[in-house]
T-cell receptor, first 112, second 111 residues
Framework: SAVISQKPSRDICQRGTSLTIQCQVD?????MFWYRQQPGQSLTLIAT?????????ESGFVIDKFPISRPNLTFSTLTVSNMSPEDSSIYLC?????????FGPGTRLTVT | GQQLNQSPQSMFIQEGEDVSMNCTSS?????WLWYKQDPGEGPVLLIA?????ELTSNGRLTAQFGITRKDSFLNISASIPSDVGIYFC???????????FGPGTSLSVIP
């Protein structure tokens, strides 16, 4: 399976600021996803980010709050904008190859 | 929308015991996936199932794709302390459908 890395691994941010999370994959993939995992919860899909098209957001998530870039087949970024304490979560990027989905190590975000 | 239920929600077992957990859905899936998440890490894919009735093993782990295509089971034999973590099931219709994740089963192993 592909190796997926994320930067930063964790961060503590002040409310009102923005943080951009990077996801790098060691092979070319078409389908990339961004998930949020709130403390003690399961994974919630934020958006699907396929190269060459605009990201598709799930209900409850909007582009102004979570802008996504997908400049090529190995890289994507997710920005968490105008952060509030409710945005404190783990943010995970994911790729799909065939019928299997793989995850990065996650970015643990704490908003104070 | 589609939802998955996992049971039990949490379990505490003695080292060496076998573990069984399951995942049910009101919808049919064509793929079932089982993941393990260690604290501070992303979920790691353990087993993928593609066909109703399929039984697949990965070391001490065995998973089955239910005949009705609405459930799946994960068994862990002879548990060890490193089995501790949260186990998520996930289901997918087609490759183009969103993967749906269950709420997870938290496993604790007492040495």
């Amino acid at each position: 399976s592909a190796v997926i890395s994320q930067k930063p691994s964790r961060d503590i941010c002040q409310r009102g600021t923005s943080l951009t999370i990077q996801c790098q994959v060691d092979s070319q993939v078409t389908m990339m996803f961004w998930y949020r995992q709130q403390p003690g919860q399961s994974l919630t899909l934020i958006a699907t980010a396929n190269q060459g098209s605009e990201a598709t957001y799930e209900s409850g998530f909007v582009i102004d709050k979570f802008p996504i870039s997908r400049p090529n087949l190995t890289f994507s970024t997710l920005t968490v904008s105008n952060m509030s304490p409710e945005d404190s979560s783990i943010y995970l990027c994911s790729i799909q190859t065939g019928d299997e989905q793989y995850f990065g190590p996650g970015t643990r975000l704490t908003v104070t | 929308g589609q939802q998955l239920n996992q049971s039990p929600q949490s379990m505490f077992i003695q080292e060496g015991e076998d573990v069984s957990m399951n995942c049910t859905s009101s919808s049919i899936f064509n793929t079932w996936l089982w993941y393990k998440q260690d604290p501070g890490e992303g979920p790691v894919l353990l087993i993928a199932l593609y066909k109703a009735g399929e039984l697949t093993s990965n070391g001490r782990l065995t998973a089955q794709f239910g005949i009705t295509r609405k459930d799946s089971f994960l068994n862990i034999s002879a548990s060890i302390p490193s089995d501790v973590g949260i186990y998520f099931c996930a289901g997918q219709g087609t490759s183009y459908d969103k993967v749906i994740f269950g709420p997870g089963t938290s496993l604790s192993v007492i040495p």
